[in-house]
């Protein structure tokens, strides 16, 4: 009987514990609960970039063709505490030509990285990363 009360409880505190949980507004950052963040690529790199970047809510987002100068700006909500990006040539520029990758967090530069196009105009961006 003991034992069955202790389970009886459990389960109870347990509900009881999970409907008291707050909602997260279907996704919509609640006002002072976001993390406004830009995405930002410049330099002389002449040829097309497909972009990825992502957070570790609601996964990737791919962008593609891009041209520089190009920038995405997000405000993401609390519940997301790392995001990234990266980068590579859809179309070859001109060998030794260079782009530049920026996350900022509201306002401030938090995470930068330089390529350069290689021998055949190549580019590639290893991803960058950033946790809140």
Do not use: H
């Amino acid at each position: 009987m003991k034992f069955f009360l202790t389970c009886l409880l459990a389960i109870l505190f347990t509900g009881t514990f999970l409907c008291s949980c707050k909602k997260d507004n279907n996704g919509v950052p609640a006002p002072g609960n976001s993390r406004n963040i830009k995405y930002e690529i410049t330099g002389n790199f002449t040829g097309k970039l497909d972009v990825l970047y992502s957070n570790n809510v609601s996964g990737n987002t791919a962008v593609t063709d891009v041209v520089l100068p190009w920038s995405k700006e997000i405000q993401y909500g609390s519940n997301v505490i790392t995001i990234g990006i990266g980068a590579q040539g859809k179309t070859a520029g001109i060998p030794g030509q260079t782009a530049t990758i920026k996350i900022y967090s509201n306002g401030v530069v938090v995470k930068t990285s330089t390529a350069t196009a290689g021998t055949l105009g190549e580019i590639i961006f290893p991803t960058i990363a950033y946790g809140f």
